[in-house]
Each structure stands twice: as structure tokens, then as C-alpha cells.
């Protein structure tokens, strides 16, 4: 299995960032920050009460953790400002009333949420990423980065991916790592959604997977070869998008529609997609829906073989990324280094 987790550690030492840590009242989190320094991977925030973290993990060494408290810190007034002003005319779904009537309403939710907090200290550029979800939520994790922090340039979806690693050689994955998107987040993604989510899955396979993007757009037909116009209109959609993605990013390999053995193999792609400089050589698969996406990269896993890391993910403005309510120590800091390396 190719040693990825280690080549993004070492990427991820050399550029110092700061990452932020909101759940300061999760073991996991304190202690994987404190691995984390000590490892070099990044300067680490974590939120909450020192005398409070201190307590509940007397064993773990937080010399060298920045702890802030929102309750007593200097900028809260100032983060709850920038949110209200970033918020202003946006109505709360539930109540149909303004989201925040006011900065004292804004600085009451934010010393509630400290999500939020760590999205607005992103944003005012106090720290380079935020890692949390180890006890929230995915909806609770990413709304605070997509209310306040937003798409990065060029990009109008948050999407995410996985990074599978292969346990063996594979004559059909020689680079021994793929990408897959999304079989996370966008449920039912649109053509210009698919097309960002393969631009933001290229970007993730060169800088966090370091290979060399070649993007198959995926479907049950390849190059026009089945239809279900009767039904999801999935083949058209996947044709839009390869269209779009290729328009909006010219210098990145992307093509389709492709079934998936004739995006890996190439004696398929060579039948069935002759003139494509994609066909039976992809090793980034974007799927039409998360249906598909999170079925695909479970089968890799259970029956493949194959490591999956993430969902990490892409396509805000800064770095941030949900952790699994499952995640163990090492993960977090697997994916502290990931957030970093997004960082650059
Ligand atoms: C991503 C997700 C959390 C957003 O849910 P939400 O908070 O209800 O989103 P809303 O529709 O209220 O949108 C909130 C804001 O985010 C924006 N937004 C929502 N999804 C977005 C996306 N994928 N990309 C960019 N912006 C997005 C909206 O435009 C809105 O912006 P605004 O408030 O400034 O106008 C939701 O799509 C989700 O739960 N997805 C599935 C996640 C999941 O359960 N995965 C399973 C894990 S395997």
C-alpha cells in the first residue's frame, strides 16, 4: 500500500500552518492536538476553557496547544461583528425572522457555537483551517464554512472526496491511489455542480494525493452508448458537465461519459472510446450522484481492498473539514495534516 498518509505529513511539516480545533470538550481532539505539535504537523488551536480541558486530560501535554476561550478572548466582539455584517438580510429558515437581529446576537451564537467561531477566526485569518465534526454533526460542521466562508474563486459547490489507496498492485490503478467525488456531500448535484466537483476533485488529487490528475466523468454509458431519458436524464447530465468542467478548466484532463471499466481499462476504453486521451487510464471518477458515489467507493473498500481517507473537503474559499463521529485519534491528525496541505 503506498504510503500516503506519511508523504502528507512531511508536505504538511514544511509549511507550519494553523489549524483550528473547535470541540475542545472532546478526549480525541485534545489528544491529537497535543500529537499533533508534537509531531510538527501544524501549530494547533484548540476552543474551550483551559482550566476545564486541563482537567478532563490531565495526561495529555497541552504545553505547546494554543488554547483560546471565546468566553474570555479579546476578538470575540470583533468575530461577532464581521459575522453579523457577513449575514445581513439573511432570514432564518425555522423562525422567518433575521438569522442574527443584532452584533449582541450575533456574539450570543457564536459563544454557543463555536463552529461558527473557529469559521470567522478562518475568516479573518487567524488560523489557516478548521477540522471539527468529531462530535457534530456533517450539517453542523460545514453550514458555519458555507455561511461565512464560501467558495473559493472559480468554484460555486462545496463538494468532497475520498482518497483510495490500494492494497496491491493493480494493473487497472497503477498510480495505487484514486480519487472519488462526491460520495458525501451533494446529493443530487446538477451539470455545473458535477463539473465543479471534478474540477475541485483534480485539485485534491495534486495536492493532497500528489498525482497526476486524469478525470473520468461516470455513468452506465459510455460516449452516448445507453440512455434513460425516460427516467434521471443521468447521461445527458454527465455529458453537460464533461462539457462545463472542460470549458471552466482547459488545462486539466477531464472527458467522459464513461462506464467505468472504460475509464480504467484500457483495452475497454480503447473499444469503446477510441479518440480519448482519458478512456481506460482515469484515476480520478466523479460519480452523477451520491448514490452512486457512496456505494462505488464502499464496494473499493469491502470488496477492494482499498484504504478510504476522507471525505476531505473542497472547494471553500479556506480549508476546512468534517471529521467522522467515529474518528479516532490518528484520524484526527491525518486529517489536521490534510487541512493543512489545503492550506498552501
Ligand atoms: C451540505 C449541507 C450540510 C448543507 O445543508 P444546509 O445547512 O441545510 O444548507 P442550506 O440549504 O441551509 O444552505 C446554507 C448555505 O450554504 C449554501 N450551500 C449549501 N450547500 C452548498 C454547497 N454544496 N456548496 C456551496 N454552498 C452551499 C447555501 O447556498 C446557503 O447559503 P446562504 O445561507 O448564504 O444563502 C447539506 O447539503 C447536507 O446535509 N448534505 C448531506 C451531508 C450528509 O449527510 N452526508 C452524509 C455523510 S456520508
Do not use: W
Not at 46 to 51: A, F, P
Not at 218 to 243: C, H, I, R, W, Y
Not at 255 to 274: I, S
Amino acid at each position: 500500500m503506498k504510503d500516503i498518509l506519511n508523504e502528507i505529513k512531511s508536505n504538511a511539516k514544511a509549511l507550519n500552518k494553523t489549524i483550528v480545533l473547535p470541540e475542545g470538550e472532546d478526549k480525541r481532539v485534545v489528544k491529537a492536538a497535543s500529537l499533533a505539535v508534537a509531531e510538527n504537523l501544524a501549530k494547533v488551536v484548540v476552543l474551550g476553557n483551559e482550566e476545564e480541558i486541563k482537567k478532563a486530560n490531565p495526561d495529555v501535554d497541552l504545553s505547546k496547544v494554543i488554547v483560546i476561550d471565546p468566553v474570555t478572548n479579546e476578538k470575540t466582539a470583533v468575530y461577532a461583528e464581521m459575522l453579523f455584517e457577513a449575514r445581513k438580510g439573511k432570514i432564518n429558515k425555522k423562525t422567518g425572522a433575521p438569522e442574527y437581529a443584532d452584533v449582541d446576537a450575533a456574539k450570543a451564537s457564536i459563544l454557543k457555537d463555536y463552529t461558527m467561531y473557529a469559521a470567522l477566526m478562518l475568516k479573518a485569518g487567524d488560523v489557516d483551517g478548521l477540522v471539527s465534526g468529531a462530535c457534530h454533526s456533517t450539517a453542523n460542521t460545514l453550514r458555519p464554512g458555507l455561511q461565512v466562508i464560501k467558495t473559493a474563486p472559480g468554484i460555486n459547490t462545496v463538494s468532497s472526496s475520498f482518497i483510495m489507496i490500494s492494497p496491491r498492485e493493480n494493473e487497472y490503478n497503477p498510480d495505487g491511489v484514486a480519487v472519488f467525488g462526491d460520495c458525501a456531500i451533494n446529493i443530487e448535484p446538477d451539470a455545473n455542480q458535477i463539473a465543479d466537483i471534478a474540477i475541485s476533485s483534480a485539485e485534491t488529487a495534486e495536492k493532497i494525493a500528489g498525482i497526476e490528475p486524469r478525470v473520468a466523468m461516470l455513468s452506465f454509458s459510455t460516449k452516448g452508448s445507453g440512455n434513460d431519458d425516460k427516467f434521471f436524464k443521468s447521461v445527458p447530465k454527465m455529458q453537460e458537465a464533461t462539457k462545463i468542467a472542460k470549458e471552466l478548466a482547459p488545462n486539466i484532463k477531464i472527458d467522459g461519459e464513461f462506464q467505468f471499466d472504460a475509464a480504467v481499462a484500457p483495452e475497454v476504453g480503447l473499444l469503446k472510446a477510441p479518440d480519448s486521451e482519458i478512456a481506460g487510464k482515469a484515476n480520478v471518477f466523479i460519480f452523477p450522484n451520491i448514490n452512486a458515489g457512496n456505494i462505488g467507493y464502499k464496494i473499493a473498500q469491502r470488496f477492494g481492498g482499498y484504504m478510504a481517507l476522507g471525505p476531505i473537503c473542497q472547494g471553500f474559499a479556506k480549508p476546512i473539514n468534517d471529521l467522522s463521529r467515529g474518528c479516532n485519534v490518528e484520524d484526527i491528525i491525518a486529517v489536521i495534516a490534510i487541512t493543512a496541505l489545503q492550506a498552501k
